[in-house]
Every structure is written in C-alpha cells, then in structure tokens.
C-alpha cells in the first residue's frame, strides 16, 4: 500500500496519482550520505506537465542519484483533468550535483514527459528579485520587512520605499533606509493626484510591487501600465470585511475569528486572488483596540510568508496562490488554477544569470557587501536561519532544543548549521550557569549577560569559591577597620579602598554583610545614638566586626556583657538549689567555660 493510500483511501480517487511510488522520497530527519559536504544549499522545483504514471517516481531518482534530499513535495492532479502539477523542495551539495548539471538533468525529465513547464530554483545560487515596498503612515509591516531584509531572512533586493507620509530624518525607518543605502521617496497624494506616474517611473524596474499597508487605491490604468503583480496586505479576513476599519467592521459583526488576507492587486477593490490569510481567535472579551492589535501582528506575519511563497515558485503553478473561490460541492480543498496562471508564468521565471544583468543594477539600490556587521550573506540558506534566530537573543544566547523550534528546521541541519558556523567564527558555545547541562549558543559579537554567567561569584559557569572567600575576608577587615559602619559608610570605603577590581552594587553588598552575619564575623545591631553609635540616628542598622582584625575566630566581647542571665526568661524561676538553677544550667555552664 503506498503512502497515500495509508493516508486516507479517498485520496486517490480524489488526486489520481495512488500508482506513483513514493519510495525513492526521503523527508526531514532522515540522514544523508555521509560523506556530502557539510554545506548544502536549498532547492526548489516546479513541474507541469501532462498527467502519466511515474512521474514522481522519476523525480525523486533524479533528486536522490546526486545525493539531494527531498525535504517536502506537493503532487497536484485535478479532477476530470489530464494534466500534473508537483512542487519539490530539496537540499543538496553543490560540489557533487552543480547547477549546470542540475538544469541538465530536469530539462531530460522535461523532454522525457513532454513538460508545459519546468522550473528550478536555487535562492542562494540565483539572482535575487528587485522589489519595491510602498507603505503609508502605520509602518509596522514595513518595519518588520525590513528588519527580515536585514537579517537576510528575506532574501530580495528592496530598490526603494515609496509613501505618501512624509517621515522625519531622525526617525526610525528614515535612519535604517539610509544607513543601508535605499531610497524613501515621500509622495504627496491627493484625491484628484495619486501620484501614480511618478511611482511607475520608480518601479520600472522591479520584479513586483509589495503595498505594506499603503492606503491608496492604485488604479486599472497604472496596474495595465506596470505590468506586474502587486502584492497588498489587508488587515481583514476576506473575503469579508473588504475595504476600511476591518477591525471595526468585524468586531462589529461580533465574529470569533478575526485575520489577515495578502492577495493579488486587481482593479477591483480587495477581490484579487489571496495568496495567504492568517487567523487568531477572539472572544467577548477583547475590545476594538485588541482586535487591532491582534490584526496587526497576524498583518506581517501574513505578508513575509506571501512573499517568501511568492519569490519561491509557489505562486507559480500551483492551488496555492493562482486560485479562484473554492468549489461549493463540498470538496473545498480541491483548488482550480485562475486567469492568472497564463499572467504570472511568464514572470516567474528567476532572472537569467549574466554579468550584464548584475551589472546593469544602479549601485544606489543594491545592498551593501557583506562586512563584519552583516555576515549572513555568505551562508547557506540554512545557515542563515540558524544565525538569525541565534542573533536575535543577543546577549542571553538559546538553548538548542529551543532553536531547532524557531528555525524550524530538521535537527540534523541545525547541527550541521550550528558547526559550520562556529567553524566561521560567528556563534559560540556559552555556559548557563542555571541549566549547566542544556548547551546555549550565543552570535560572537556579543558578550553573556550576567543572568547567563552568574556575574563576579561564578567563572566558566562554576561558583567561584576562593573569590568569594577573598570578598569575604576584605569586607570583615573594613567593618573592622572601620569598627562600627552602616551599609552606606561601608560601601563607601568598599569604593576608596580600591581593594576589589569590581564594582559592588548595594544588593550585592547586603548580601556580602547577610553571609558574613551568618558566619558570626560580623554583628548587625541598631543605633542607640550614644557612645560609639553618637554619629548614627537612633534605630539604623549598623555594622561590627564580631571578631579582633575581622578573622574568622568566634567573637570574644566582654564576659560580663554577654552573661546568659541577663536575656534568661526563666530567671525568676532560678534558685541555687531548684530545679532551675546555675548548676543545671547548660548556658550558664557554657558561659563559664568561655
């Protein structure tokens, strides 16, 4: 029985393909030759061509002969239709299969199967797609975009960003645009100007448009005239609540599912093909403010997992992106391909690889080379990701079970991602000194944290005892010195003395003066203002040294001052010859004898 047909018996019937073997698949987890290189890139492959029995068989062999690994594969055949779409992901070693060869042996499948289309693309090897982002006064999309550009979690060039919002020079966008060199163009809009000529001549050369909430409608004319996609995030789940105040409109409606849609731009308003929608629950609980909060963080999650589709060939061929409305017959999930199609694939083709089109890029919209600040871009893909979500906890460092969750990535890839870069200098193993047996990685230009290392008592993760002692020692010998002290006076003198390298916050200090009370070496009493307490109000907590020099001897006050009868709650009980007397009494007795 294949793997579909344990899956479920009605997929077959459903997609057509139960006769293809999945045997030659190898999914995440499963070990690769180990004798490939420890650097692999990350491959995609679409594929479109007439139905026939096979076909995956065909293309897993071609992918697992060169020692690639299939790391997911989508099969689409729809119904009543002769036709067959498939979309692999795979990682391989560039050394063993290079990208000539690669584009060699799927052009034979291709020819093989008589192919309408067979693409393949390699993000780390390929040219990257020119975008241009256009936003309006709310920037939290474009912040996080940009933020992922800088993190190269998103691979793309962003040639420039358009706004019909004027932002200052020192606010935060305006200081990142420049300190990477893209443009912000400030377009002042109005109802009867758009402004849409000047913004076709700033994006005629990109690859498609991103509209990170930029609300103004762009017209028929301007979508005829730039010929590309656009791709628009709205802060609503479509297709209801299309147009403005969503939020409102949906907490209006009093709906328990709230959302966010990316879709293609149309001319019609918010009723092009959706690309991705992301979903968060709501209750009586929440109030119009939440339900925009909630909106916006499912907005940016929304619009990068669009755009990462889109640039990836998922928007290609596939029921993901070009799809009209679902069927109504009850097989919802069966996803029939749009008008689209004949539009977008002709433009998601990667662009040719030549020096020409390299060089052709104005020097002003390309990212800087990578320095010692951004070293991400001579990584893998996977590299990549493990770096990012390393250096995205800064000084506290991630254990590696938490890692491998946020990369989401097969564990076998994060190790090989996590030697490599240590390997290059640019992660390092760092000890937590609260959980010593869960290794923590941390990027290496930044320094632990003291929560990480335990601060000045720990070294290399262990308590350090004989520092601790000399700490110890170094304040009993102050409070000696000093002979009555409050933790104000003694933390000054800490301070003149220069004995000790380090500084002494006031909580370390009264935990140093709480041992050494514990210890007996030094004495905590309150302020009586007389003798020497005269310089102390009535009641402050001071300080003594219990022992001569502040040595570690039992303190040795006077005799006579320290007589148990005194403090004895029994003394009016105590007779020379009753039961309670000085000659059963073992404090008495012990006072004697000292």
Known sequence: MSLVQRASPSLPKLFGFAKRSFKSLRFPGEPLDPSSSPIL???????????AVGIVAKLSDCIASKGGNILGASVFVPENKHVFYSRSEFIFDPIKWPRSEMDEDFDKLS??????????????????????????KQDHCLVDLLHQWQ???????ITCVIS?????????VSRFLERHGIPYHY?????????????????QNT?????????????????????????NIHHGLLPSFKGGKPSKQAFDAGVKLIGATSHFVTQELDAGPIIEQMVARVSHKDNLQSFVQKSENLEKQCLTKAIKSYFTLLSSLLFSLTRSHPHRDGDSHLLR????????????NPPPISQDHKMSRPS?????????????????????????VIRSKQDMGIWTRDMKKEANLPDNLVGKSIKSLQAKNLIKEVVNVQSKGRKHYMAAEFEPSKELTGGDWYSNGTLDKDYITCVKDGFAKIIYQLKVATLEGISDEVKKSGIFKTSFTKQQIEEILRVLVLDKRVMAVKSTGMGEFGSFPVGKVCYKSASKGGSKREPKVGAMASIPCGVCPRISQCTPDGIISPRTCVYFTKWLDF
């Open 207 to 231: 690859d498609f448009l991103v509209l990170a909430r930029y609300m103004q409608l762009l017209s028929g004319d301007f979508l005829k005239s730039y010929g590309k996609d656009v791709i």
């Open 164 to 172: 019909n919002h004027d932002r200052g020079p020192n606010t935060h």
């Open 337 to 348: 391909p749009t008008s689209a199609t004949a539009n977008l694939s002709g433009r998601l």
């Open 41 to 51: 890139s990350y491959g995609i492959h679409v594929f479109h061509a007439p139905d």
């Open 111 to 136: 020819t093989l199967y008589s192919a309408m289309r067979s693409v393949v693309r390699v993000p780390d090897q390929d040219p990257k797609y020119k975008i241009c982002i256009l936003a309006s």
């Open 151 to 157: 993190e190269g979690r998103l691979p793309v060039d």
């Open 187 to 203: 377009l002042q809009t109005t109802n009867a100007d758009k402004r849409e000529g000047e913004i076709l001549e700033l994006v």
């Open 364 to 388: 002003a919209l390309k990212r800087k080379q990578p320095d010692s600040s951004s070293p991400s871009e001579s990584l893998t893909e996977h590299e990549k990701i493990v770096y990012s």
